[in-house]
């Protein structure tokens, strides 16, 4: 089995910053593709960053395009989401997921195959 456990939520004002962390542990896996995901109350589970693991290569969300950058540390097996220029509606539950399987559409929460259990981010106004 795969663990993957979430950091660095919290409360911030808006236009502030947080950094999340993601660590994966567990059975030896190969992973391609790891990526951050939210969801607000009420809504759905939605896409916000994610990053080639074989490549490097990176992609996000429109909402957040600018102001948030997803990193990595191979050696650490981290993952990272940060955080800046806040705003209130960025207020969610935070997810990192990671994909074991090539192929993936890296912006589908569907094509993920292991989830964290979330970490809050509430931004006040």
């Known amino acids: 089995q795969v663990q993957l456990v979430e950091s660095g939520g919290g409360l911030v004002q808006a236009g502030g910053s947080l950094r999340l962390s993601c660590a994966a542990s567990?059975?030896?896996?190969?992973?391609?593709?790891m990526g951050w995901f939210r969801q607000a109350p009420g809504k759905e589970r939605e896409f916000v960053a994610a990053i080639s693991w074989t490549t490097g290569s990176t992609f996000y969300a429109d909402s957040v395009k600018g102001r948030f950058t997803i990193s990595r540390d191979n050696a650490k097996n981290l993952v990272y989401l940060q955080m800046n220029s806040l705003k209130p509606e960025d207020t969610a539950v935070y997810y990192c997921a990671v994909v074991v399987k090539r192929g993936y559409n890296h912006s589908d929460k569907g094509a993920y195959d292991y989830w964290g259990q979330g970490t809050q981010v509430t931004v006040s106004s």
């Open positions: 567990g059975r030896t896996f190969t992973r391609y593709g």
